[in-house]
């Protein structure tokens, strides 16, 4: 079992950066690929980023791309996303997932259903 705790959110304007951060408890944090997901108002909760244990592939929402970076530290047992040029678009709760690693994935694993364990959350808010 893993805990996730994220971090980082607030309030900004369109076009500036923040960066989120994702910290796991335990000691098996290799075990688990990792993304990150937002959710709306009034919307599902929709795949973001994520990536394998080994940080080897990445798979980004095609609205992110070239915008958004997921990176992770297994010796620090952290995963983060650094988000630039962010939009309004992109307001809405952000949570970090895990999932037991896969050693064949695929982008369609990574969905929201498909995750086992969620941290609480944290809100990014981009006025325009």
């Known amino acids: 079992q893993v805990q996730l705790v994220e971090s980082g959110g607030g309030l900004v304007q369109a076009g500036d950066s923040l960066r989120l951060s994702c910290a796991a408890s335990?000691?098996?944090?290799?075990?688990?690929?990792m993304g990150w997901y937002r959710q709306a108002p009034g919307k599902e909760r929709e795949f973001v980023a994520a990536?394998?244990?080994?940080?080897?592939?990445?798979y980004y929402l095609d609205s992110v791309k070239g915008r958004l970076t997921i990176s992770r530290d297994n010796a620090k047992n952290t995963v983060d996303l650094q988000m630039n040029s962010l939009k309004p678009e992109d307001t809405a709760v952000y949570y970090c997932g895990a999932r037991t690693r896969l050693f064949t994935p695929r982008p369609g694993d990574y969905a929201a259903a498909n995750i086992e364990y969620w941290g609480q959350g944290t809100q990014v808010t981009v006025s325009s």
């Open positions: 335990g000691h098996t944090f290799w075990n688990y690929d």
């Open positions: 990536i394998t244990w080994s940080g080897g592939r990445i």
